[in-house]
């Protein structure tokens, strides 16, 4: 059951498309997995379509001549059907297979290779070009993120399973922003474990015990 | 709805959007099923210049704004067909279709390179590997494995690293706290992460 939704403000930005693009990519997905906030989202389009197209929306002085506009238009040829390609929506670790959101389908072969990381966790990599890039992070039964804050922004959607955070239990489309506000630790002790796809604008910043050891020299122990 | 504003000329029958979309959507449906270009005239008479308003705000500049207008309403006369009154309203359709085509005109105006990569994320946690299945898991240096050889450091680097990542004090803090110069500080941090990176290796 969902129960971690984007802001309203969030998916009225969505709905206009004024988001940044990466925060766009995660609602979007969310979205996909979430009647509620489909229905918001379709409600937020209409809203906004009428306001823009409202009959007494200031018409700026000086119009154009749009007849030769409406003409090309019309003489124009016909848009070409572009082809329909299936892509695959299936995600695959280690003989496990996710089936991702729509919006995150693309990114199914796109995806980097697996990696291992400390205790029970695998990460791949996602080139979202000039996006930067995102993750699917998979947590084992067990599997445990050190305790960290955020300099930046986290966002986490949860594609699979279940996790905790000792802030909360996030269960399949929940949909989380975390900043410098919230320190957390998430770990995953569902039986399938827990298949998140995630974002930071700027590095993790551990706070706990021997874990911060790896803040500023990370690069030495883990090359 | 704002009363008193002066409504457009040119539209004697000017009324607000909702009432007019029973109007738009049936001159819509027409344009989608006979390419009736009297039809698909009076949806541009009436979306084009709101369009264009919207356009301005959002693109700031005249010829983007025309490009936006002429893209968005190409759009409409040529995908006319998949225009579904049942599902909403017109003003709602050449919406999102105006959305789309903005952002991504946006996106081709924009040549920003964002160079975040996944070691500057996920710093610590990553470790690449060609073959996912050729390390095992039991292979992997822990945290706790990283506590046992901490421990093996000798004591005054242990102590110099505990008071700065344990219990998070500056250098300087630690100079004046073992009474040693910050110098010192700084030498015996260096050494201890370089022993552990060198316990590292040799565990592996």
Not at chain 2, 164 to 182: C, D, H, R
Request: with cysteine.
């Amino acid at each position: 059951m969902i129960n971690f939704h984007p802001d309203l403000v969030h998916l009225r930005a969505f709905a206009q498309g004024t988001c940044p693009t990466n925060l766009a990519l995660m609602v979007s997905a969310h979205v996909d997995m979430c009647p509620r906030c489909q229905a918001l989202v379709m409600q937020a389009q209409e809203e906004i379509g009428s306001e823009v197209f409202s009959a007494s929306s200031d018409v700026i002085d000086t119009p154009p001549d749009y007849n030769d506009m409406l003409q090309q238009i019309m003489q124009s040829p016909a848009f070409e059907v572009p082809e329909v390609k299936a892509i695959s929506n299936i995600l695959e670790l280690d003989g496990k297979r996710f089936e991702l959101p729509r919006a995150l389908a693309r990114y199914s072969e796109k995806t980097g290779n697996w990696s291992r990381l400390v205790g029970k966790l695998w990460q791949a990599p996602v080139d979202l070009g000039q996006e930067g890039q995102a993750n699917f992070i998979y947590m084992e039964k067990g599997g445990k993120v050190p305790e960290h804050t955020h300099k930046g922004t986290e966002f986490t959607l949860v594609i699979d399973g279940q996790f905790s955070d000792g802030l909360a239990d996030y269960d399949c489309g929940d949909f989380t922003i975390m900043d410098s506000t919230n320190k957390h630790m998430p770990f995953s002790e569902a039986d399938e474990g827990c298949l998140v796809f995630t974002m930071v604008d700027k590095p993790l910043y551990f706070t706990s015990g021997l874990a911060r050891l790896l803040n500023p020299f990370s690069q030495l122990f883990f090359k | 709805m704002l009363v008193g504003i002066p409504l457009e000329s040119k539209h004697s029958h000017v009324v607000a959007p909702k009432d007019c979309a029973d109007e738009m959507s049936a001159y819509l449906v027409l344009v989608g099923q006979s390419r009736c270009q009297r039809s698909f005239a009076e949806v541009f008479n009436y979306f084009a210049p709101r369009l264009r308003s919207y356009a301005l705000k959002q693109m700031g500049n005249e010829a983007l704004a025309m490009e936006l207008v002429q893209d968005t309403m190409s759009n409409v006369w040529q995908k006319s067909h998949l225009f579904n009154a049942e599902k909403g309203a017109p003003s709602t359709w050449i919406f999102t279709i105006a959305r789309n085509i903005r952002f991504d005109m946006l996106r081709k105006q924009r040549n920003r390179k964002e160079d975040i990569c996944a070691d500057d994320l996920w710093p610590v946690l990553c470790e690449q590997t060609a073959d996912v299945n050729e390390v095992s898991l039991d292979e992997q240096i822990t945290l706790q494995e990283l506590g046992v050889l901490f421990e093996e450091l000798p004591k005054k680097q242990r102590e110099v690293i505990e008071a700065i990542y344990i219990e998070g004090k500056s250098q300087q803090e630690v100079a004046e706290q073992f009474n040693i110069p910050l110098g010192t500080v700084k030498s015996r941090t260096r050494l201890a992460l370089q022993r552990l990176k060198e316990m590292l290796k040799d565990n592996d």
